[in-house]
């Protein structure tokens, strides 16, 4: 019999509706029922693509025995932490703060008002390795629920003094300046695995936000060491196993140092960043490697993740159970496959007798590029068709807000700079299609499935991602719609997120609802929603009419202003503020490109390869946009040619009709 998430708009949460616990959904009716039988929330946090989260769901929540005793002792409540990054963000606050450590499945017990009292994460169900079996957990905290309810109500409230504790908002730091950036910049650079390339010790997860922040710091400042670390990481992690050498796309992470082994789901927000610093890194600097990996992500993101509603989340971790059955070969497969060719493809693949994996099997790299391309092209036809017969990983379909804007930033972006306008045209019709569904009355919904959107509102992040992206989509295209929802949703937002008695802080949900309301200006495995609504309030500047401009300049500034302690603190942490902080130092610059009548628009194309990220150049006929108001072409060897005005924040160069003229 299916408990009550069936009917989700979670394609995590209907794997669990045949569970005999007694789910249900965050929700008032939960809480409700908590203080009705006077039992304790028993929370379970995941998501679809999670390999322990499965683990546990076999193990655990489909035991007969063990549910009959969550469902007698508790009200069990199921949330998919990618429709709910809200509740994930205040319980993993405080499992972090019981247990020194997160991660997914996450298992909280809270009382009937939301407060956490016990935390953790992944539980056998029996004892094992040391380790407390869910089945004596349970009993546990039951008992103390029932026998020690003032230790309950102690404990529950010093966490949650603590957790409303931690979401203070941050000082004012250190100035924002050239020198600030530069001294973040080589405070990452020493913290290189120069052997390995990226940053830290394993697991090692991309550092997308920051490799965009290093290549900027190059751009703007000049400086080449910053340029090497982020090609260094950006050639590593494409040779690697994280990487699909056969379809393209990439894995959450690397379990090791090498980026051999990963953690083989495959998350939207993972490629559609990685996306954006590839493309920019191939447009910077003409890398064939680059621009390789950077056609076969696009491919990837179509082939694999594309619902025709939007992207969707994640690729799984598993197939059938086992993590890696899609993506992994033995040598003898390879025999059986390409004959006389074998040899040669596990040289060049790193497939070996013994395997990089487990039991033998052996992830696909690269670690150089091959002599013979049509042979490799060969081998690779061969084996991806074998794979294709293979059982694939399931996908969750559930199209997230910021991550599908994610997308278009980069489609958008890199279809303007790299001549690929098909991809210019998908990110139009996923813009079209988060405006239609995701858009309701005025506030945008987290995700939404099959083409309806969910109850969750969206979160900070929702608003500000989609914000630039429509921004970026509309200075590549030119297309007004594009600005005038742009600047309704920023308007929106600023509304709903922004904290009224601290100028430049805010609060990354909406308000109610929840224990507290969450604030993580610490950018992760996505940007922060503060750092990415500075880059959407310096992009807003752009391209609003004069009456709005200072607004959200006086806001960019002062959230800019909360950047500096991060930076200087814990600037590993920071990618996306670096990003951002290096293109609103130097200036912001924009640029305006006045058409002529006859106009090809070659030198707004130009100027677009050009210019360093986080530079709109923003082109029409004169007065089309706010930037090009009382701005038009100029007279040169009898006609009149396009006219390129560089602009420093308020100020603006004398107009230039070529590329090498403009001083960026």
Not at 140 to 153: F, I, Q
Request: aromatic fraction near 8%.
């Amino acid at each position: 019999m299916a408990n009550r998430l069936q009917q989700s708009n979670s394609p995590y949460l209907r794997q669990h509706a045949d569970n005999p616990v007694d789910w249900q959904e965050w929700g008032d009716e939960a809480f409700a029922q908590a203080r009705d039988r006077d039992v304790p929330i028993l929370l379970s946090v995941g998501y679809a693509a999670c390999h322990w989260c499965h683990v546990m769901a076999h193990e655990t929540f489909e035991d007969a025995e063990l549910a009959a005793q969550m469902n007698a002792g508790f009200v069990c409540v199921k949330v998919d932490r990618e429709e709910r990054p809200d509740i994930d963000s205040i319980y993993m606050a405080a499992t972090v703060a019981m247990t020194g450590q997160g991660g997914w499945p996450m298992t909280c017990f809270l009382t009937p008002d939301g407060d956490p009292f016990y935390c953790g994460t992944y539980f056998p169900p029996r004892s094992r390795h040391g380790q407390p079996g869910f089945a004596e957990l349970l009993d546990a905290v039951y008992g103390t629920w029932t026998t020690r309810r003032d230790e309950v109500d102690v404990a529950a409230g010093k966490i949650t003094a603590h957790l409303r504790a931690s979401t203070q908002t941050l000082p004012e730091g250190p100035q924002l300046d050239v020198q600030l950036l530069a001294d973040a910049t080589t405070a990452v650079l020493a913290d290189e695995d120069e052997g390995h390339a990226g940053f830290g010790r394993a697991p090692k997860f991309p550092p997308s936000a920051l490799l965009e922040g290093l290549i900027r710091a190059h751009e703007y400042r000049g400086d080449e060491a910053p340029l090497h670390a982020a090609t260094r990481a950006l050639h590593a992690m494409a040779r690697g196993g994280i990487y699909d050498q056969l379809a393209g796309g990439f894995a959450r992470y690397a379990v090791d140092e090498k980026w051999v082994v990963p953690h083989f789901e495959k998350m939207l927000y993972d490629n559609a960043l990685l996306l954006r610093a590839y493309a920019h890194h191939a447009r910077s600097t003409g890398d064939d490697l680059s621009l390789r990996v950077t056609d076969e992500t696009v491919a990837f993101l179509d082939e694999y993740l594309w619902t025709g509603r939007g992207y969707a989340s994640s690729l799984d971790a598993d197939t059938e159970g086992v993590e890696g059955l899609t993506y992994v070969w033995r040598r003898e497969e390879l025999d059986q496959i390409l004959g006389d060719d074998a040899a040669w493809a596990a040289g060049l693949f790193t497939v070996t007798e013994t395997g990089t994996f487990e039991h033998g099997s052996s992830t696909l790299q690269l670690l150089r590029d091959p002599d013979d391309v049509a042979r490799y092209e060969s081998v690779r036809a061969r084996l991806s068709a074998v794979r294709a017969q293979r059982p694939q990983p399931d996908r969750d379909d559930k199209v997230v807000t910021a991550w599908n804007a994610f997308a278009i930033t980069a489609l958008a972006e890199g279809g303007a700079t790299l001549g690929r306008p098909a991809w210019l045209d998908r990110a139009a019709q996923v813009a079209s299609e988060l405006l239609d569904v995701h858009l309701v009355d005025g506030d945008l919904r987290r995700s939404s499935l099959d083409g309806v959107a969910g109850a969750p509102l969206g979160v900070l992040e929702d608003y500000a991602a989609l914000t630039t992206a429509l921004i970026t989509l509309h200075a590549v295209t030119g297309d007004a719609k594009w600005r005038t929802a742009s600047l309704a949703i920023l308007d929106r937002a600023i509304d709903v997120f922004a904290d009224p008695d601290e100028a430049g802080a805010w609060f990354d949900a909406h308000p109610g609802g929840l224990l507290l309301r969450p604030r993580d200006p610490v950018d992760g495995a996505t940007p922060a929603g503060a750092s990415l609504m500075a880059e959407a309030l310096v992009a807003a500047t752009a391209v609003a009419d004069v009456d709005a401009q200072q607004r959200y300049a006086d806001l960019a500034d002062a959230t800019l202003a909360r950047a500096g302690i991060i930076l200087a603190k814990a600037p590993r942490s920071a990618g996306h503020w670096l990003a951002v902080a290096q293109a609103y130092v130097a200036g912001p610059v924009q640029v305006a490109v006045a058409h002529a009548p006859d106009s090809d628009g070659e030198l707004a194309e130009q100027l677009r390869r050009r210019v360093p990220g986080g530079v709109l150049v923003i082109a029409g006929e004169p007065d089309s946009a706010p930037l090009l108001a009382d701005r038009g072409p100029v007279p040169t060897g009898g006609r009149l040619r396009d006219a390129a005005y560089v602009c420093r924040g308020r100020v603006c160069d004398l107009p230039v009709t070529t590329v090498e003229a403009a001083q960026i």
